[in-house]
């Protein structure tokens, strides 16, 4: 099939054919398949949090709370160690079961296999091809232990992270660095004991507002609805255009990180054979160059 | 005064000609001193934590026991939110009152005047300058609330992170990503409570040697002492060269982050004129530079 056959046979509700495109965008043909879909524009929401915290849960809620407004949703869960080759449907998730079958819910693995940077580099794609694709909400999944939130934070409007009660949670957050890429913080699980505790905590800690939720029975989920409804409409165009340096920083990071010759000059420079200024200008340099270094990105 | 004769009055014990080397490596004359000076290796020692852990406390008993093996030392104070013009020295820091006459200890503080990479641009240089001038041993004292840390990781060997005990340093540090970079924790103002507390706590945080010492009394300082010679004994190429690949990716994230077009791109991405990946590119195309991003730190 050609790229045009695939974009009409996506439009047409394949779920193989929009998977297909967006393990396009992955690949060398990025601009290609961009180009023919032209620029689109969905909501996108962070989910991140430690392991355990339940952001499965939490999207599965979200995920019925935007069908019930007819919105059609796709989920991008960012795993580093995903065994799915390219991505594949998450049909062993539990919890997203109920939407499996909903033509208009998508759920997807982004794998970004171990590629440094691989992130910021698939994902601002993988949201054209679903905004392209007619779905209005992209949620993405990330599972909240390093680098990855920092990359998502400047693509999502807003960033929810999900922590359970405890200090365990909390300190793993700081540690991360979640709770200054944190829009929303939702404290699930929070029948239990100590919610009240760490909700005060956290307020020391992060100005974002802090919601207490119990995703596995629906609780507080309007009211989380509310909270990413209202930071959406807060929305400056001093906050896009922030986001937007963030994105170009980690791409630009990225592309100098995957440099064949990263390697050579970190040894020529630790041997005392040049000096790191040199080094580093010397990324910027065509001659060191096949005449762009982020080539493999357009 | 020349450069030239600027290098010859500062090896003849001008501290004012080696403060004036130092500024002039912030300057755009770097590349000039450095190719007069030629390249020059002296041991680096990163010191970093929360405010009032005891960071300058610790580093004058380092001073002292330095100063009693013969070696000359020079201590780099990193303040973002420095008051000097170009880095004055410290008299005002009472602890480092007894190595202030002494003409074979420098200290001085590297205001990286908000520029965002100052300091990755502007250290190198400086420890470049401090062991042509035969300083033996650098010292440099960080804040360790920020990004400061990660860019001095990339420099010392070892980095010592000094904590007092309690939950609050523990966390602080956490949030600030310091335990990641930590090759050593000192736990000073061991003598109070909780000192063995927070040894458990952080073991379980990192695997880094974690020590107890009392800087103001001195105690422990001969174990942080050998324990930094241990670390340093350690080093390998492989080490050197992951060091050296993160001082090079410091300075190139540096250069384009201060990109006078980048604003420009942020907000043509945001006004969705211009996808991120383009954006991301123009950045290493010579059309948009001058000549060379990095032209300013050669």
Known sequence: MTIEELIAAARNGSTRAAGRLLSLVESPRRTEVLTALGRHVARVIGITGPPGAGKSTTIAVLVAA???????????AVDPSSPYSGGALLGDRIRMAAHINDADVLIRSV??????????????????VLAALSYDVVIIETVGVGQSEIEIAAVADPTVVVLNPGAGDAIQAAKAGLLEVADIVAINKADRDGADQTVRDLHAETDAPILKIVASRGEGIVELVDAIDAHHRADTPERRAARARSQILSLALSAVRTRPDLDALATAVADGEVDVYTAAASLFTSANVNENPLSTLQ
Not at 113 to 119: I, K, T
């Open 66 to 76: 935007y069908r019930e407004r007819g919105l059609r949703v796709a989920v991008l």
């Open 111 to 128: 794998a970004t296999r171990g590629h440094l940077g691989g992130l910021a580099e698939a994902v601002p794609a993988a949201i054209n």
